[in-house]
């Protein structure tokens, strides 16, 4: 499969479990974050990650400011005189 061409075939073979291991961590990791896909417009996931969280950010409306300091900020500690 892909798993094996795109990585055992080009790496060479591996001495031991532990280089398996480490080598299929990487592998995933990479598929998984940064490899471009062709159903996110040629972008890696982080990409998409983080622009969806951008526009959630920006699109959410302000907080309303009404009320007092005191109900704003409830644990804040007022001195009063």
Same mark, same amino acid.
């Given at each position: 499969?892909?798993?094996?061409?795109?990585?055992? =075939? =080009?790496?060479?073979?591996?001495?031991?479990?532990?280089?398996?291991?480490?080598?299929?961590?990487?592998?995933?990791?990479?598929?998984?974050?940064? =490899?471009?896909?062709?159903?996110?417009?040629?972008?890696?996931?982080?990409?998409?990650?983080?622009?969806?969280?951008?526009?959630?950010?920006?699109?959410?409306?302000?907080?309303?400011?009404?009320?007092?300091?005191?109900?704003?900020?409830?644990?804040?500690?007022?001195? =009063?005189?």
């Amino acid at each position: 499969g892909l798993y094996k061409t795109e990585l055992i =075939r =080009r790496q060479g073979p591996c001495r031991t479990v532990e280089q398996v291991e480490l080598a299929t961590l990487e592998y995933v990791w990479w598929w998984n974050n940064q =490899r471009l896909h062709g159903e996110l417009a040629l972008r890696t996931p982080i990409e998409v990650e983080e622009e969806y969280y951008a526009d959630q950010e920006s699109s959410q409306p302000a907080p309303a400011r009404q009320g007092s300091n005191e109900e704003l900020n409830p644990g804040r500690i007022t001195l =009063r005189h």
